[in-house]
């Protein structure tokens, strides 16, 4: 019936149209709908004293009263019904008269009394049949949560090799390896000489600010202390593949606990023009994304907040892969420039945010059968934001 009625309102325009004028055609493609749009006008205009032209013929002699939208032409065809285009200017405060193909149309705006209570509405349609679906498409895609895509190549293989590679030592820490890209050797060239230039550069910073270095000595000593980083041997270094990293401190005023922290620069050019970072793969997100954390984070009438202490430094990196983050320091300006070996997930490396994360979730999958409100805590409610690798976590409310 509807339509039935579409066409029934098509054929009656097309008729009385042509009764008046030559003849007009467009090839044109209608999509039938109950209901266009609202009202047009919002409400019916007072035109009396308008002193309108009798004498033409208007697409809608009706145009003033408030009723129901017969048809909507795209911009597509809009413009190919306006042959002349001439316009009769009624006066300044009034719209204008335009010829049309259907007839003369009345477009503008209108001075509404102000004493009506009525409320207006203006409604602009433009449609295209050709990116109809596509627009649908991209409607949905605003309305759905976002989700993660697949692995690419890269990102698998890291994940594969992470599942195949990583193990527990006695004290029940992790071990991890460096995820290296297949020409790893070949992109890794001599890196002693800039890290030395930068560690002198260093110390002179160090040298103008008596507090910073005191502050940045007790961290490199606590360190050392920890166990996340060792003096290496002259014999170890030599004949062997490895990387020297030049690093800075970072210095957080706010911070209540550490205010100096170390940062690793692994993007540090190479004699072979790369750096270790472009050497390494970077790992896929194995986090839920932030809205998914906090949107799960306000559904529980309790919630905790909490902190992993040293995230990074809590997974250890395979033996094999500790040469490539070698460093040069001394904590005394008399004492010989020497080597330590890093030997935890650093802070500047490209994979150092998977490697931290994806330990999380295999914790949960080794111990969260014995815990089982824990477990899903830590899988689902952890989120790794701090630029130098401290955690920011969100976890899930107990």
Same mark, same amino acid.
């Given at each position: 019936?509807?339509l ?5 309102? *098509? ?25 266009v749009?609202?009202k047009f006008?919002a ?5 009396? $004293?308008w ?15 408030s009723?129901?939208? $017969?048809?909507? &032409? ?26 049309s ?8 705006? =209108? ?7 009525? +409320?207006? +509405?203006?409604? &602009? @349609? ?11 498409? /991209? ?5 759905k ?31 991890? /390896?460096?995820?290296r ?10 890196? /002693? ?6 560690? %002198?550069?260093?110390?002179?910073? *160090? ?16 360190? *050392?202390?920890l ?8 014999? %170890? ?12 401190? =970072?210095?957080? %005023?706010?911070?209540? @606990? @550490? ?22 793969l ?5 986090? $839920? ?5 906090? *949107?799960?984070f306000?559904?529980f009438?309790?919630?905790? =907040?909490?902190d ?49 994360? /994806? ?28 630029? &130098? ?10």
């Open positions: 019936m509807e039935e009625k579409s066409l029934s309102t *098509l054929a009656m325009l097309s008729e009385r149209r042509f009764a008046h004028k030559e003849d007009f055609a467009l090839d044109v493609d209608f999509l039938v709908l109950k209901s749009v609202p006008p409400h019916d205009v007072p035109i009396e $004293d002193n309108l032209p009798q004498d033409l013929f208007y697409a809608d002699p009706n145009f003033n009263l009723s129901g939208i $017969d048809m909507i &032409i795209g911009n597509e065809h809009f413009f190919s019904c306006f042959k002349s285009a001439a316009r009769i200017h009624l006066s300044d405060s009034l719209p204008l008269l335009v010829d193909a259907f007839g003369w149309i009345v477009s503008g705006a =209108v001075n509404t009394p102000k004493n009506r209570q009525e +409320a207006s +509405a203006c409604s &602009i @349609t433009t449609m295209s049949l050709v990116s109809l679906e596509e627009s649908l498409e /991209r409607f949905w895609k605003v309305e949560l976002p989700t993660r895509s697949a692995y690419s190549m890269d990102e698998k293989k890291c994940e594969d090799l992470y599942a195949s590679t990583v193990s527990r030592n006695p004290e029940g820490r992790y071990i991890v /390896r460096l995820p890209k297949q020409n790893f050797d070949e992109l890794i060239g001599e890196s /002693r000489a800039t890290a030395l230039r930068r560690f %002198e550069l260093l110390e002179c910073r *160090l040298d103008r600010d008596s507090q910073l270095k005191e502050e940045y000595h007790k961290f490199m000593r606590e360190y *050392l202390e166990g996340h980083m060792r003096l290496v041997s002259d014999e %170890e270094i030599e004949g062997s593949n490895q990387c020297f990293l030049p690093y800075h401190p =970072v210095l957080k %005023e706010a911070s209540t @606990t @550490t205010k100096v922290r170390v940062v690793f620069y692994a993007s540090a050019k190479t004699s072979s023009g790369h750096s270790l970072n472009e050497a390494l970077i790992g896929p997100v194995v986090q $839920d994304d932030m809205h998914a954390i906090c *949107l799960r306000r559904t009438p309790v919630a905790e =907040v909490s992993v202490e040293k995230m990074y430094r809590q997974v250890l990196h395979h033996p094999d892969d500790t040469p490539f983050q070698q460093i040069l320091f001394r904590f005394h300006d008399a004492d010989p420039v020497q080597t330590y070996r890093l030997l935890t997930v650093t802070y500047g490396m490209a994979p150092s945010s998977f490697l931290a994360t /994806r330990t999380l979730v295999q914790l949960s999958d080794d111990e969260g059968d014995a815990y089982p409100l824990g477990g899903p805590a830590v899988k689902k409610g952890f989120y790794v934001d701090d630029f &130098i690798g401290g955690a920011q976590s969100i976890p899930e409310a107990i």
